[in-house]
């Protein structure tokens, strides 16, 4: 059967699974109604950035995100070895977020410099329907007083549902934020470590937050009531520090559910 006698419906069903570079990649250029499909009917594009080529890198920014920004959905860009400076060039090539009006999901690892992660959590607020952010700062140095205004500003932002934070390797404890956030309802943090003592202020700045995933430190002499937190519903915690576990027994039994 000729591909080509395939309606139009099944295509763009079939564009929804596959990454917008590789959909670039092997349809653009075929013919007229193919250039269509990607430019004027297919509406929901995901970019994975992470193992691109810079030639197609810097192609499918220049040459086709203009046309298509309205319809990103999902973005992931990464600094590696295999794509150097990739958010910088990114940021140059982006004039305006402002027209990514349907982008709900954004993942940027190894952000190179705290002025960028700023820059970056700025041009978040700009993004009208985002949903879900992945921050991943595995090589960044960064301080806890110059951690807590990126915190807030996470915690500020107007629809954000979920967030997976990953500071790296480390032993210091997590920034807590200092302000409240009405939508966040799934939480990872992974390097960064809080303190029994601390979880009460996290649900209360989170009062929405139904899934919680943290590293735990505790002390044998910690002393805390745990706030009543009935949103929460699923929770994984790895806990060190410890010798004595029953502190995470009167822990667990003081969830709702």
């Excluded at 995933?213 to 910690?222: F, G, V």
Aim: glycine share 2%.
């Amino acid at each position: 059967m000729d591909i080509e006698s395939f309606p139009n419906e099944i295509f763009l069903e079939l564009f929804d699974y596959i990454n917008g570079i590789d959909l670039f990649r092997a349809f653009y250029g075929l013919n007229s109604r193919f250039n269509n499909l990607l430019y004027k009917q297919f509406r929901t594009y995901h970019f994975q950035f992470a193992s691109i080529s810079k030639f197609y890198f810097d192609l499918i920014c220049q040459q086709h995100i203009p046309f298509i920004a309205d319809k990103i959905v999902g973005i992931c860009l990464s600094e590696s070895y295999n794509t150097p400076e990739q958010i910088n060039l990114f940021l140059s090539y982006i004039p305006s977020w402002n027209q990514f009006t349907c982008l709900r999901t954004l993942s940027l690892s190894n952000i190179p410099s705290l002025e960028i992660l700023l820059k970056l959590l700025d041009i978040c607020h700009q993004l009208c329907n985002l949903t879900h952010l992945r921050l991943s700062l595995l090589y960044l140095r960064i301080s806890r007083p110059e951690l807590q205004p990126v915190i807030n500003n996470i915690w500020s932002l107007p629809k954000l549902i979920r967030c997976d934070f990953d500071i790296g390797i480390s032993l210091d404890l997590f920034c807590l934020p200092t302000t409240i956030s009405s939508t966040l309802q799934y939480l990872s943090v992974k390097g960064h470590h809080l303190e029994w003592k601390q979880i009460n202020r996290l649900f209360k700045s989170t009062p929405c937050l139904t899934h919680l995933s943290i590293y735990m430190a505790m002390s044998d002499h910690d002393n805390y009531k745990l706030f009543y937190h009935p949103a929460l519903i699923k929770l994984k915690i790895d806990v060190f520090f410890s010798s004595d576990f029953s502190q995470i027994v009167i822990f667990l039994k003081a969830l709702p559910n």
